[in-house]
């Protein structure tokens, strides 16, 4: 089967702007970006994770505290039954609360405020005035077919709110059954649950206006599916049957983040469960039936996060909380503190070709369940880290696309792999939102260049610090060249900072490959040298950089005319 060709953008919906929002991207602000992307050629406009998360000040679309339910900070107030129109200003209402860093950053504690206080004002008018009648049964009608996990999402809400934490082992009500009975015969909670019942139900219904212009712009809703779930969310407190809360899933230590000492020395700890795949099993995975269903009734195609996991997944015998007590312990000793349980692959490493054979069969056994949930969705598979050999091939064969990120495609003679010799089942694209926009990391691994130049000749330098300076300069240079030689660059020209022939160079090649999918970062496409996460970090900026600039200023943009003039020159739609 032959696969259309396409290119895509990453744009966060915390991330887009319009006229009027409320200090965070929404829904109008993505219906905006859709019809841009349909203006400028853009295949698939691509999203990080949608479901509904935690109040922490800077929370992470991957911690969500339910596989299904959506994020209500992301509604467009204007469009909500019983909002009072013309809004106030969202700037003069309320001061900020979080973190300083002005316009150009989320401030969720404060768009929490705002938006909480307009939604239960418009949800009093909603519940007591005559005009919202026929919505008020339209609403009552979808609340009945949802099933359960709306009710067990509403509660666990509830039960947070009241308890002051989603951490539910605090609770004092550590029963499901008795917890959704107390709450049922409490008159103010079950005002509250409807509360929460209502706003999932306002966000299906704007997620389904986005879709339908997405369908009318010919523009693809890129998805993104976490490998794992928050063990404080509400399918864990009460389907935790399926969970197995003795480990937490995470990622080996690779060495590539010095700037966390926890994670350069263990790996990445993200306080996620492991699955009891074999429980899961005996109702044919209904749990993740319902997740990838739920998915296709917004988006077209979905990123699974950590596709690795379902073959084997790094786990610690710890949640993130007690990292700081283990960073400065010996694997010994850390082994003693968990009742001689070690950091290590899960449910067995690949260190036996029966143990090989045995984790591909999982995976693709996993996989395949799956992908029969939503048969008709195009799905990419993020298989980056310590990728086993037999991953590959496996995502080939079931026709789930692996990334390729070009500087780390080497073979074995030390040689950048062309883009005409990539895989079609593939999407190619220089960063994710983990990583430094390519801009970045390119003028980073040039002045690391330079500085290893200057070290040779400056003879008033330590031996050891000049040895540093030109062992980091060889490998910077070495990605260099890498990348010139994957965009047709001369050594000469690929030894210069940033510009816009690299650039023009660099995305013209990656488009040019054979991958199906090529994407970049909106950070990449507009020049704006920001980061949207640092892996084993929490809080400052993390999640929350904005586009300086609304869809309608960004159509005036030449950037846009740029990926325009390139998706088609390289037959790309």
Same mark, same amino acid.
């Given at each position: 089967?032959?696969?259309?060709?396409?290119?895509?953008? #990453? =744009? +966060?919906?915390?991330?887009?702007?319009?006229?009027?929002?409320? !200090?965070?991207?929404?829904? #109008?602000?993505?219906?905006?970006?859709?019809?841009?992307?349909?203006?400028?050629?853009?295949?698939?406009?691509?999203?990080?994770?949608?479901?509904?998360?935690?109040?922490?000040? %800077?929370?992470?679309?991957?911690?969500? =505290?339910?596989?299904?339910?959506?994020?209500?900070?992301?509604?467009?107030?204007?469009?909500?039954?019983?909002?009072?129109?013309?809004? +106030?200003?969202?700037?003069?209402?309320?001061?900020?609360?979080?973190?300083?860093?002005?316009?150009?950053?989320?401030?969720?504690?404060?768009?929490?405020?705002?938006?909480?206080?307009?939604?239960?004002?418009?949800?009093?008018?909603?519940?007591?005035?005559?005009?919202?009648?026929?919505?008020?049964?339209?609403?009552?009608?979808?609340?009945?077919?949802?099933?359960?996990?709306?009710?067990?999402? %509403?509660? @666990?809400?509830?039960?947070?709110?009241?308890?002051?934490?989603?951490?539910?082992?605090?609770?004092?009500?550590?029963?499901?059954?008795?917890?959704?009975?107390?709450?049922?015969?409490?008159?103010?909670?079950?005002? %509250?649950?409807?509360?929460?019942?209502?706003?999932?139900?306002?966000?299906?219904?704007?997620?389904?206006?986005?879709?339908?212009?997405?369908?009318?712009?010919?523009?693809?809703?890129?998805?993104?599916?976490?490998?794992?779930?928050?063990?404080?969310?509400?399918?864990?407190?009460?389907?935790?049957?399926?969970?197995?809360?003795?480990?937490?899933?995470?990622?080996?230590?690779?060495?590539?983040?010095?700037?966390?000492?926890?994670?350069?020395?263990?790996?990445?700890?993200?306080?996620?469960?492991?699955?009891?795949?074999?429980?899961?099993?005996?109702?044919?995975?209904?749990?993740?039936?319902?997740?990838?269903?739920?998915?296709?009734?917004?988006?077209?195609?979905?990123?699974?996060?950590?596709?690795?996991?379902?073959?084997?997944?790094?786990?610690?015998?710890?949640?993130?909380?007690?990292?700081?007590?283990?960073?400065?312990?010996?694997?010994?000793?850390?082994?003693?503190?968990?009742? !001689?349980?070690?950091?290590?692959?899960?449910?067995?490493?690949?260190?036996?070709?029966?143990?090989?054979?045995?984790? #591909?069969?999982?995976?693709?056994?996993?996989?395949?369940?799956?992908?029969?949930?939503?048969?008709?969705?195009?799905?990419?598979?993020?298989?980056?880290?310590?990728?086993?050999?037999?991953?590959? +091939?496996?995502?080939?064969?079931?026709?789930?696309?692996?990334?390729?990120?070009?500087?780390?495609? =080497?073979?074995?003679?030390?040689?950048?792999?062309?883009?005409? &010799?990539?895989?079609?089942?593939?999407?190619?694209?220089?960063?994710?939102?983990?990583?430094?926009?390519?801009?970045?990391?390119?003028?980073?691994?040039?002045?690391?260049?330079?500085?290893?130049?200057?070290?040779?000749?400056? &003879?008033?330098?330590?031996?050891?610090?000049?040895?540093?300076?030109?062992?980091?300069?060889?490998?910077?240079?070495?990605?260099?060249?890498?990348?010139?030689?994957?965009?047709?660059? &001369?050594?000469?020209?690929?030894?210069?900072?940033? !510009?816009?022939?690299?650039?023009?160079?660099?995305?013209?090649?990656?488009?040019?490959?054979?991958?199906?999918?090529?994407?970049?970062?909106?950070?990449?496409?507009?020049?704006?040298?920001?980061?949207?996460?640092?892996?084993?970090?929490?809080?400052?900026?993390?999640?929350?950089?904005?586009?300086? @600039?609304? %869809?309608?200023?960004?159509?005036?943009?030449?950037?846009?005319?740029?990926?325009?003039?390139? &998706?088609?020159?390289?037959?790309?739609?």
């Amino acid at each position: 089967m032959l696969l259309k060709r396409m290119s895509g953008v #990453l =744009i +966060p919906l915390f991330s887009m702007r319009r006229e009027g929002d409320a !200090g965070i991207g929404d829904l #109008l602000a993505l219906e905006e970006w859709v019809r841009w992307a349909g203006a400028h050629g853009v295949g698939f406009l691509q999203l990080l994770p949608v479901n509904a998360i935690g109040e922490d000040d %800077a929370p992470s679309p991957y911690s969500a =505290i339910s596989s299904v339910a959506l994020e209500p900070l992301y509604l467009s107030l204007e469009r909500v039954p019983g909002v009072e129109l013309p809004l +106030p200003p969202y700037e003069a209402q309320l001061p900020s609360l979080q973190l300083p860093g002005g316009d150009d950053y989320v401030d969720y504690a404060r768009v929490r405020m705002y938006k909480r206080y307009h939604l239960s004002r418009a949800f009093e008018c909603f519940e007591s005035q005559a005009c919202y009648t026929a919505q008020r049964h339209e609403f009552e009608a979808w609340v009945q077919a949802q099933g359960g996990w709306l009710q067990d999402y %509403a509660c @666990f809400r509830v039960l947070s709110t009241a308890y002051g934490t989603s951490a539910w082992w605090q609770w004092p009500e550590q029963q499901p059954q008795q917890a959704r009975y107390r709450v049922q015969a409490c008159p103010d909670a079950r005002r %509250a649950l409807r509360y929460e019942c209502w706003l999932q139900w306002l966000c299906a219904r704007e997620w389904a206006m986005v879709r339908r212009v997405a369908d009318e712009a010919g523009v693809l809703l890129m998805g993104d599916v976490p490998i794992g779930i928050s063990v404080a969310s509400a399918d864990v407190y009460f389907e935790r049957h399926l969970f197995d809360m003795n480990w937490s899933g995470g990622a080996p230590a690779e060495g590539n983040f010095a700037e966390d000492p926890f994670t350069a020395k263990w790996g990445q700890n993200w306080g996620i469960p492991l699955y009891r795949w074999d429980v899961m099993e005996l109702d044919d995975f209904a749990w993740w039936r319902r997740r990838i269903r739920k998915l296709g009734e917004i988006f077209g195609m979905y990123r699974i996060d950590h596709i690795l996991g379902f073959y084997r997944i790094f786990a610690f015998p710890w949640m993130p909380d007690r990292n700081p007590e283990f960073l400065p312990l010996s694997g010994d000793e850390a082994a003693a503190r968990c009742e !001689g349980r070690r950091p290590g692959f899960r449910p067995r490493p690949d260190d036996t070709p029966e143990n090989r054979r045995a984790n #591909l069969m999982q995976g693709d056994y996993l996989l395949k369940r799956l992908l029969q949930a939503a048969p008709g969705l195009k799905v990419i598979g993020e298989d980056l880290g310590c990728v086993p050999d037999y991953v590959r +091939p496996d995502l080939s064969r079931l026709r789930i696309a692996g990334f390729k990120i070009p500087h780390w495609e =080497i073979d074995e003679q030390n040689r950048i792999i062309k883009g005409d &010799s990539y895989n079609p089942c593939s999407f190619a694209t220089y960063a994710t939102h983990d990583f430094p926009p390519i801009c970045n990391d390119w003028n980073e691994w040039y002045e690391h260049v330079q500085a290893g130049k200057a070290a040779a000749v400056d &003879s008033s330098m330590s031996p050891s610090k000049r040895r540093e300076l030109l062992r980091v300069g060889r490998d910077c240079a070495r990605v260099l060249a890498w990348l010139g030689d994957y965009a047709g660059l &001369s050594a000469e020209q690929c030894m210069q900072p940033w !510009g816009q022939g690299i650039k023009d160079a660099l995305f013209g090649a990656l488009f040019a490959s054979r991958s199906a999918y090529a994407a970049l970062m909106w950070t990449e496409l507009f020049d704006v040298p920001v980061r949207l996460n640092t892996p084993g970090t929490e809080g400052g900026t993390n999640w929350r950089p904005r586009m300086p @600039f609304t %869809a309608a200023q960004a159509a005036a943009m030449q950037q846009g005319d740029w990926l325009k003039r390139l &998706s088609r020159e390289k037959e790309r739609c």
